[in-house]
């Protein structure tokens, strides 16, 4: 069974420019979550999607960042403008239909973004 | 406000000793409790886990300790290998299944 996929794994833009990260959750998997782990720093929650809906978005920094997973399959996440800060690893994890306990997610291998 | 804390950033121990990585939480409402694992280049992956309602799980050479009064945990490896060195990250679960994670531990386990 494939695992959680980001694309790209890297990306170098310039402050101003946009940026468009994708991820592909494991098939079959409902939920799915953005998180972002800036230089050192803790991993930090962005928001989470049901199927196509947003279920909480209050990790969002600002309005510069915009979700949205078409058909409750793959999502992307764009960042427009890009600003300095929001260089650091976007993590991408999904976990199956929540029963109302505990459930484990699945991270992706992250996409480095840079912004220079 | 970091809710889930990791205060070593990193731990260096010899092969075949006990590694032990601490974890401090301020969220009494945190349920469940990870620990995940990282090595360079890929996405955490999933290690061991305890319920708020338990003070140990055990699995293989890791066991994780809960401390609920103390609001504490740690992640014992018994022995430790060279392929355990990666970042750890504690993580706390809340009954929404929203994840918080701490800054991580680097741990190098020297031959």
């Known amino acids: 069974e494939a695992g959680v996929t980001q694309f790209p794994s890297h990306s170098v833009i310039e402050k101003g420019q946009t940026v468009t990260l994708r991820c592909d959750p494991i098939s079959g998997h409902d939920n799915l979550y953005w998180y972002r782990r800036v230089m050192g720093k803790e991993i930090k929650f962005l928001l989470h999607f049901v199927k196509e809906s947003k279920q909480d978005e209050s990790g969002m920094p600002n309005n510069r960042f915009l979700a949205e997973r078409t058909g409750g399959t793959y999502s992307t996440l764009k960042v427009q403008p890009a600003e300095l800060e929001d260089s650091g690893v976007y993590f991408c994890?999904?976990?199956?239909?929540?029963?109302?306990?505990?459930?484990?997610?699945?991270f992706g291998p992250g996409t480095r973004l840079t912004v220079l | 406000d970091q809710q889930v804390k990791q205060n070593s950033p990193s731990l260096s121990v010899q092969e075949g000793r006990i590694s032990i990585l601490n974890c401090d939480y301020t969220n009494s409402m945190f349920d469940y409790f990870l620990w995940y694992k990282k090595y360079p280049a890929e996405g955490p992956t999933f290690l061991i886990s305890?319920?708020?309602?338990?003070d140990k799980n055990e699995d293989g050479r890791f066991t994780v300790f809960l401390n609920k009064s103390a609001k504490h945990l740690s992640l014992h490896i018994v022995p430790s290998q060279p392929g355990d060195s990666a970042v750890y990250f504690c993580a706390a679960s809340d009954p929404g299944n929203q994840f918080y994670f701490g800054t991580g531990t680097s741990l190098t386990v020297i031959p």
């Open positions: 994890a999904s976990s199956p239909y929540w029963t109302g306990s505990y459930n484990e997610q699945f």
């Open positions: 305890i319920s708020s309602i338990k």
